[in-house]
């Protein structure tokens, strides 16, 4: 085990620290905002203001609250289960599917927990605007950080891969079921699910905890971090910060979700032409 750890690339070694690092400073945040807000209840003067975003529905309860820690324990455990360089296996149609299927199994709860939860705030106008605003700061600061060679430097620093390994199995996929399988999975379930958990779910509870500055620098760390993809970190962490400016904006899940199907879709794309 020891030799197998000392002879992981370093990409792999960082990849793993801000895993740990997220993970740690989201639970830190709970347990510091759960025990001010303890304290408050018992010196009424110490006590922080409640960040309700779902008025008279009690969220987040306990078990919503546990859910989502264990769902941060979880997380972190899978990434670094699978944190070890590994050539990228072909994955058959049906293999693809059953992953499609767990994953989307593992996030239900998110999802039918938030949809049980009364409408947030009443819908903003120019929600759509809003979306194509988020998705052009995304892609401009991609731009920047391509030109002015960021991501060259941090691959050549720390030995990182020039591909993810979900982006070389996309890219060399030759079976057509397979691929709409993996693209599904990409610009469908994953967007929907994540954003239940990320946005709805762990956003919520330590926005409640914590308040919105911190829960959004919180959250969008650890959404970075769990893909598991260095030189792609700051890309992701914009993206998830974006994402949560949206949801404030819009007062709705479904513009975020709209927002993270356009551009997956878009690097889907770009996988598949590149690779052509």
Not at 118 to 131: F, G, S, Y
Not at 167 to 195: D, H, Q, R
Not at 212 to 238: E, G, K, N, R
């Amino acid at each position: 085990m020891i030799s197998l750890l000392s002879d992981l690339p370093l990409y792999v070694w960082v990849n793993i620290c801000l895993l740990l690092g997220a993970t740690f400073i989201c639970i830190l945040l709970w347990c510091i905002g759960a025990g001010i807000q303890t304290l408050g209840r018992l010196h009424t003067v110490t006590r922080l203001p409640r960040i309700s975003r779902f008025a008279g529905s009690g969220f987040p309860t306990p078990v919503d609250e546990i859910y989502t820690l264990l769902f941060l324990l979880f997380y972190a455990y899978a990434c670094l289960s699978s944190a070890a360089p590994s050539t990228p296996k072909e994955p058959g149609t049906i293999e693809t599917w059953y992953t499609n299927i767990v994953h989307t199994l593992i996030y239900m709860p998110f999802a039918l927990r938030y949809m049980s939860l009364p409408p947030a705030d009443p819908i903003r106008k120019r929600c759509i605007l809003w979306v194509f605003l988020g998705l052009i700061c995304i892609y401009t600061i991609c731009g920047i950080m391509g030109a002015c060679g960021l991501e060259k430097w941090l691959m050549q620093l720390t030995d990182t891969p020039a591909k993810q390994e979900v982006t070389e199995m996309m890219a060399n996929e030759t079976e057509p079921s397979t691929l709409i399988a993996l693209c599904f999975g990409s610009i469908v379930i994953a967007p929907i699910m994540e954003e239940f958990a990320f946005r709805g779910f762990l956003y919520n509870v330590l926005r409640q905890r914590a308040g919105i500055f911190a829960a959004c620098l919180a959250s969008s760390l650890l959404f970075a971090a769990i893909h598991m993809a260095l030189v792609q970190a700051l890309p992701l962490f914009i993206f998830a910060i974006v994402q949560c400016i949206l949801y404030e904006k819009t007062g709705s899940l479904r513009y975020c979700i709209l927002l993270h199907m356009l551009f997956n879709s878009i690097s889907t794309v770009a996988i598949l032409t590149t690779s052509a």
